[in-house]
């Protein structure tokens, strides 16, 4: 298994689409800003077949600091969840 970077991703993308490498680079990075902003405002993002982009909210709680084993309070946060859609996951069967 090897590891796709962004280059790689544009390079494939180019290809496919029949895009210029810059082009390809342009459109992967308005499509990743266009999520971004989308979940940053609460959004979910969902492209059938593909997947679904949320966020998730963790409430705050109790844990443990692993070098002291301290009690210490962590804050609540929100967080980025990606679901997989039926397509995706039976091509990575």
Same mark, same amino acid.
């Given at each position: 298994m090897a590891l796709v970077g962004k280059d790689e991703l544009v390079r494939d993308v180019a290809e496919r689409s029949g895009l210029g490498v810059g082009e390809a680079k342009r459109a992967l990075e308005a499509t990743? /800003?266009?999520? #971004? =902003?989308?979940?940053?405002? !609460?959004? #979910?993002? &969902?492209?059938?077949g593909f997947g679904k982009f949320s966020v998730s909210h963790r409430e705050a709680r109790m844990g443990r600091n692993p070098q002291t084993g301290e009690t210490m309070q962590i804050a609540a946060?929100?967080?980025? &969840?990606?679901? =997989? !859609?039926? #397509?995706? /996951? /039976? =091509?990575v069967e």
């Open positions: 990743l /800003k266009s999520i #971004e =902003a989308q979940m940053s405002s !609460g959004n #979910e993002v &969902r492209l059938t946060k929100s967080v980025p &969840r990606f679901s =997989a !859609g039926a #397509e995706l /996951k /039976k =091509a």
